[in-house]
């Protein structure tokens, strides 16, 4: 099976810098998109960043010009670096990868247990 394991979560105080890493094992044939989405308390889960194998990447605009999405296609891996935290950016962090699972045929979407980044003075 496919899991997805994501890291670098916790608290930070605003203007601060985190980054998540998310590291994608199991039987792996191929990933297509990576990307990262959130949820605050209350609120509906949204794209954060997106990036697809060739490196083209996609950014809401809450976080353009403070988060930056990369990969490591050699070791399944994507991260998203976050600078200039603001409060408004707290919420739960989920890491998702589109995986072409080997012998199936068949790409899945699927999703990591989450993290927990909370910015706070």
């Known amino acids: 099976q496919v899991q997805l394991v994501e890291s670098g979560g916790g608290l930070v105080q605003p203007g601060g810098s985190l980054r998540l890493s998310c590291a994608v094992s199991?039987?792996?044939?191929?990933?297509?998109?990576m990307g990262w989405y959130r949820q605050a308390p209350g609120k509906e889960r949204e794209l954060v960043a997106a990036i697809a194998s060739g490196g083209s990447t996609n950014y809401a605009d809450s976080v353009k010009g403070r988060f930056t999405i990369s990969r490591d296609n050699a070791k399944d891996t994507v991260y998203l670096q976050m600078n200039s935290l603001k409060p408004e950016d707290t919420a739960v962090y989920y890491c998702?990868?589109?995986?072409?699972?080997?012998?199936?045929?068949?790409?899945?979407?699927?999703w990591g247990q989450g993290t927990l980044v909370t910015v706070s003075s």
């Open positions: 199991g039987r792996i044939f191929s990933i297509n998109v």
């Open positions: 998702n990868a589109d995986v072409g699972v080997a012998g199936s045929g068949r790409y899945l979407e699927v």
